[in-house]
Every structure is written in structure tokens, then in C-alpha cells.
């Protein structure tokens, strides 16, 4: 049978050409050649005119961080939506860059949202803030006088309580306004100031002794210097702060010395076999020189059994300060989380909390900084050129902010997929990113910002 007949239909094709979809019969009478296929339709078939196709085109509105005081809002022409953005309060049109422009308050932009979306007839589609600068947009200005009144006398309260002690009155003047900062912060911070970082340090851990103990996370060649300041400074003895130094100090095992005796197994002097294990001679000589010697071997002698007098400390003593390498810190995050610390002070954050997606250590030892109550990271180095090294100081510090990387990755570091994958090497939205890391999350003044503060040479 061929295809189109039947014995008992006959097919009527005399309507074919206005059996299209509406879509496409108004393309055909506009000649798009997308469409060119298709038979014109006829002349007074299109039932929509020019203006109206116009009318319901999508419109692109798009809202965006200009400065630390305005927000830019870039809106395709559309004659229904300019009495819209003419009547959003405090808004003003910029010739240069061809944007309207409203403060960047959390007020501001809500009331503007509202104008846009209640516009008739409109089909748009609407690029919001990101959540992470609306959530700073409105902790910046968006809380009563009150609340800020209430925040501003809790944090001289905690102040009243210790501005008696020597450390307080040690403080220059930026440094207390720093002590400061990180409490109306409620205890999150990045302290990045050329000098004078460890003592504002003390004081937020002495702010908070209410909390204590303390987990003080640094290089290994710095350990002994916060052990010192620890004790000079804060109302502790030299046995309330522990200094880890290896697996014995953090987990408490410790290995257990008895003095050398006939069958003990006694460690081989030698450099090539120190791992190998002699069996100590039976046979003892009278003489005092051979008594000597065997004092010196059994010094080296050890077995589990009699406790040794440096028995190891774990991290769940009673003790006021822990200070541990960051080389421990990611080796042992497993029992660290388990203590829960509730202050951290982390310095030099920016050596071991730089971006690592592929470190496990890392990634296990994150969560002990984020579920800590108060955490004061002190970095030496903070490049907001540089936003993807930036990321981990973060997520530790807000988690609330910025909590996924692919996002972060794709709105602040430009992210481009090719061939090897995503590269997260670029920076984009640096004027947001700065915004929301002056007003939350960072700290930092020069040695020219305090230049009169210190000390005449």
C-alpha cells in the first residue's frame, strides 16, 4: 500500500499550511529563516502585533556589588519596566555606565526586588545577589539601632571584666580596638596585621575564659614562644599549659622504662640496626668501670611495665592551654573533634590552611575548626588576588557563607571548564568578595595605618 491511502479514507491536505504551531506561524510571518521550511502563513493569520512580541520578549535584570556603598542594577531596554526603576527609592540612572544605581543596604534591595516584580506584563528574568552578600548586606546595616546598642554594651562588658589586668593595659590602642572587632565578630576572625597579632590573641583567649581550655595550633618552631606568653601574661602555671610534640603527647601512651636486667631486650647502638634488638649479656663484671657502663646500656632499655617519669599527656587533661604543631593537628583530627575544643587559636593559618582539594588530612581536620565556638586565625598573608588559596581560611571561619566550593569556585574565581577539567586560577566579583571579607571576616592594618602608634626609633 502506498504510503497516504486507504481503501476506504481519502487524506485531505488542503488545511497543511495552517496546521503550525502558533510559535512557529508567527516566526513565518516575521521571515525568520529558522523557519524557512515552513510555508508563509497567510496574510492576517499572525494575531499578535510587533508591539506585543516585543512586550513579552524576556528582559534580563540584573543586580550586582558596584561599591562598598552601591549596588548596580543593569536592566534591558523595555518601556513597561523604566516607571519601575523610576520609582525605586534612592535610585539614580548613570550615564557612564549606563546602570541605576540604589545604596547597598538590605533595605534598598528588597524594596527594589518588590518594585521590579509587581511591574505588569512583564516576562523577566531576574540575576539576584548572592546569598552569601545578602546575608552580610544585612548584618552589616540591616538590624535595628537596638540591636546594635545591645551588641556594642555586651562587648564593653567583657572588656570592663578585664581591662584591670596588665596584658589589657600592655595593648596599644589598635590592638585593643582589634580585641574588640573580634568581639562584636562573636569570636570569628581573620587577625592579619603586621605586628602585634599574638598579644590581641591572649587577650581574646582570656575574654573567653568562661571556655576554656585552649587549643593554640601553630609551626613547631613557634611552640615554645606561645608556651612563654601563655605564662607570662594569662593567670596560668608552667603546668597548666601542655606543648605537643609528637603521638606519646597527644594520644597519652607513653612508653614505659624498667632498669636493664638479665633476658630484657636492650637497643643496638648502631645507626644501621637501630630498629634490631641484642640480647644483654648474662655475665656482669665486679669492676666499678663495667657497673658504669652497664648503668649507660640500661638507660636505653625499655619494656612496658614500670611508668616512666615523662609519662605523655593526652589531649583530655585537665590542662588550661594545649599548644600543638599543625603537623599533629592532621595526623590526630580524629581525636581532636572528639575533645571539642570550644577556643581555637590557629597562627600562621595561611601555611596549612591553604587549598588543598586533594588532602584527606585536611579535610578531616576542617571540621574540628568549624564546630569550635570562638576561632582566631592569624595570618601573615591574606591576598584577595589569590581567591582560591583563600577558600578553607573561609569555610572555617563562616561556614554559613561559604559552605560550596563549585559555587564559590564559579562566582569569585571565574572557573573555566576545558579539557583537563575545571580551572579555578581566575578572579571575578572581586569588588563583592571584598566587601564581604572587610565587613565579617578580616582584619588587617599595616605598619603605615598605626605608624603612630609605634614607637619612635
Excluded at 521571515?31 to 524557512?36: A, D, E, L, Q
Excluded at 573555566?416 to 566579583?429: E, I, L, R
Aim: glycine share 4%; net charge neutral; charged share 25%.
Amino acid at each position: 500500500m502506498v504510503l497516504g491511502t486507504c481503501g476506504y479514507f481519502k487524506w485531505d491536505n488542503s488545511a497543511s499550511k495552517f496546521t503550525v504551531h502558533p510559535t512557529n506561524a508567527y516566526a513565518l510571518d516575521r521571515g525568520n529563516p529558522r523557519y524557512s521550511s515552513f510555508q508563509k502563513a497567510p496574510i492576517g493569520y499572525n494575531v499578535l502585533q510587533e508591539s506585543e512580541l516585543t512586550q513579552k520578549e524576556k528582559t534580563i535584570i540584573e543586580f550586582r556589588l558596584h561599591s562598598s556603598t552601591e549596588i548596580s542594577i543593569r536592566a534591558d531596554h523595555n518601556p513597561t519596566l523604566l516607571p519601575a526603576l523610576q520609582k525605586m527609592d534612592n535610585s539614580r540612572w548613570n550615564d557612564d555606565l549606563q546602570k541605576w544605581i540604589i545604596p547597598a543596604t538590605s533595605q534598598a534591595y528588597t524594596r527594589a526586588l518588590q518594585q521590579i516584580t509587581i511591574a505588569p506584563n512583564l516576562n523577566i528574568q531576574i540575576k539576584r545577589l548572592s546569598n552569601a552578600l545578602k546575608q552580610v548586606l544585612y548584618e552589616t546595616n540591616g538590624q535595628s539601632d537596638v540591636s546594635i546598642d545591645i551588641v556594642e554594651s555586651d562587648v564593653e562588658e567583657a572588656i570592663y571584666q578585664i581591662r584591670d589586668t596588665a596584658l589589657w593595659k600592655t595593648l596599644k590602642p589598635f590592638q585593643q580596638e582589634g580585641v574588640r572587632c573580634c568581639l562584636r565578630r562573636q569570636g570569628r576572625l581573620i587577625l592579619a596585621d603586621d605586628m602585634g597579632k599574638k598579644l590581641q590573641a591572649l587577650v581574646f583567649s582570656l575574654v573567653y575564659q568562661h571556655a576554656w581550655p585552649v587549643l593554640i595550633i601553630c609551626p613547631k618552631e613557634t611552640q615554645q614562644e606561645w608556651f612563654d606568653l601563655v605564662v607570662k601574661w594569662l593567670p596560668v602555671e608552667k603546668e597548666d599549659v601542655h606543648i605537643s610534640t609528637n603521638k606519646t603527647n597527644i594520644l597519652g601512651k607513653t612508653r614505659k622504662r624498667k632498669t636493664a636486667h638479665k633476658g630484657l631486650y636492650v637497643k643496638t647502638q648502631n645507626k644501621n640496626d637501630r630498629n634490631k634488638k641484642s640480647k644483654y649479656n648474662n655475665t656482669r663484671s665486679n669492676s666499678d668501670d663495667d657497673d658504669d657502663d652497664s648503668d649507660d646500656e640500661a638507660q636505653d632499655v625499655y619494656e612496658y611495665g614500670q611508668e616512666d617519669e615523662d609519662e605523655g599527656v593526652s589531649l583530655f587533661s585537665p590542662h588550661k592551654f594545649h599548644i600543638i604543631s599543625n603537623e599533629l593537628t592532621n595526623r590526630f583530627s580524629k581525636e581532636l573533634l572528639e575533645r571539642h575544643f570550644r577556643v581555637v587559636i590557629c597562627d600562621s593559618s595561611e601555611e596549612y590552611l591553604k587549598f588543598r582539594p586533594r588532602a584527606r588530612a585536611q579535610k578531616d581536620f576542617i571540621p574540628v575548626l568549624q564546630n569550635c565556638e570562638r576561632l582566631l586565625l592569624l595570618s601573615n598573608e591574606f591576598d584577595l588576588n589569590k581567591p582560591l588559596a583563600l577558600y578553607t581560611q573561609l569555610s572555617v571561619l563562616r561556614r554559613d557563607l561559604f559552605s560550596d566550593f563549585r559555587r564559590y569556585g564559579q562566582h569569585y574565581c571565574n572557573a573555566v571548564q576545558n579539557v583537563f577539567g575545571w580551572d579555578y586560577g581566575g578572579t571575578s566579583n572581586q569588588v563583592e568578595l571584598k566587601y564581604i571579607v572587610d565587613n565579617v571576616i578580616l582584619l588587617k592594618r599595616t605598619k603605615e595605618d598605626i605608624q603612630d602608634q609605634l614607637p619612635l626609633n
